[in-house]
């Protein structure tokens, strides 16, 4: 079955520390996102890649880092700078980088800072 | 700037109550339409959308249909069950945007039904 995984489900981490979100997705598509959500409240934008090798910023990218090397993985790094970094991370993707596209999201990464 | 409302929750309704949430809109062009559903402890799914203006967007027993003279895309169901229970986002994008980062998510609404 095609889908969008991330990994892992629960995070956990020191303050100074780094850490990776994972997210894969083996729906051939070619853009990727990550979005931040907070409690009782809607999406972030953090960062989108429309193609390999490539990405920008979204709203809120201070903090954040991502690479997009391959296809189908978009990995996102909450750095120490980030500093408010408890929240629940989203991973989506859809066909293209066109407007109208629609995103298809993963289950979730919830980060807990310690 | 473009931009999504939604009714604020909780909204808490009887099994096999009828159910509308309200959402309405502001955006330049024509935007696409969504309604997403957020379970507890999950990601976004998509629920339904509509493309263009009248298109009537359904699944699940949910309909929603893009009013462009008011705006607006309201998510309606008949009678609603317990599993409905969950965080419903509206969401807009236009594909006058040049980049994929232009999608506009409401704020939710929590849905709880009781039995």
């Not at chain 1, 390999?52 to 979204?58: A, I, P, R, S, Y």
């Not at chain 2, 402890?41 to 929603?64: C, I, P, R, V, Y």
């Not at chain 2, 249909?65 to 994008?93: I, M, N, P, W």
Request: proline letters at 4%; a neutral charge; aromatic letters at 12%.
């Amino acid at each position: 079955d095609g889908g969008i995984t991330q990994s892992p489900k629960y995070l956990f981490r020191k303050e100074g520390q780094n850490v990776t979100l994972s997210c894969e997705q083996n729906l051939n598509h070619d853009a990727m996102y990550w979005y931040r959500q907070d409690p009782g409240q809607g999406l972030r934008l953090i960062y989108y890649s429309q193609i390999v090798n490539d990405f920008q910023k979204g709203d809120i990218a201070e903090g954040y880092s991502v690479s997009r090397e391959k296809k189908e993985s978009f990995p996102l790094t909450v750095t120490s700078a980030q500093k408010n970094p408890t929240a629940f991370y989203l991973c989506a993707s859809s066909i293209g980088g066109g407007g109208a596209d629609t995103q298809y999201f993963g289950p979730g990464t919830r980060l807990t800072v310690l | 700037g473009d931009s999504v409302t939604q009714m604020e929750g909780p909204v808490t309704l009887s099994e096999e109550a009828c159910l509308t949430i309200n959402c309405t809109y502001t955006a330049t062009g024509y935007p696409s339409l969504f309604w997403y559903v957020q379970y507890p402890g999950e990601g976004l799914q998509l629920l339904l959308k509509a493309t263009k203006a009248d298109d009537k967007g359904s699944n699940k027993g949910f309909e929603a249909t893009y009013r462009k003279e008011t705006t607006s895309f309201h998510l309606e169901k008949g009678s609603v069950q317990v599993s409905d229970s969950a965080v419903y986002f509206c969401a807009l994008t236009s594909p006058g945007y040049s980049s994929a980062s232009k999608i506009i998510f409401g704020s939710g609404t929590r849905l709880s039904i009781r039995p």
